[in-house]
């Protein structure tokens, strides 16, 4: 069981009208919080950057998103090609273009299994 100290909640689901994610546990097992493991799960830690993608990604190509404190980056994956970046610099984006291609059929796979769920 996760400690809830250590949950990042996103959201609530239940019945309309929601109440503040604050009140979800006493309503009972009626209610799920919705984990930041269920929206945007991990897919590979390399050093620093932790690889991932997003359940409301579901409309796009595959795609991996990568992330280093604030700095964000989001490359297609077949081909792999830089889509968007925020923060990280030239050189930066070059080498973590080169970790997606190294990667790019576990990512492929792990987009796959997760948006047939």
């Known amino acids: 069981m996760v400690g809830l100290a250590s949950v990042k909640i996103v959201a609530c689901e239940g019945a309309a009208p929601y109440p503040p994610c604050s009140l979800a546990p006493a309503l009972g097992p009626s209610w799920r919080l919705v984990l930041d493991s269920d929206v945007s799960p991990t897919v590979r830690s390399i050093g620093p950057y932790r690889f991932f993608f ?64």
């Open 54 to 117: 997003s359940a409301s990604d579901l409309g796009e190509p595959p795609h991996i998103h990568v992330e280093r404190e604030r700095a964000t980056a989001k490359f297609w994956l077949d081909p792999v090609v830089l889509a968007t970046s925020r923060r990280f610099p030239a050189h930066e984006l070059r080498r973590l273009e080169e970790m997606v291609r190294v990667n790019v059929s576990e990512f492929l796979e792990a987009w796959h299994e997760f948006h047939r769920r």
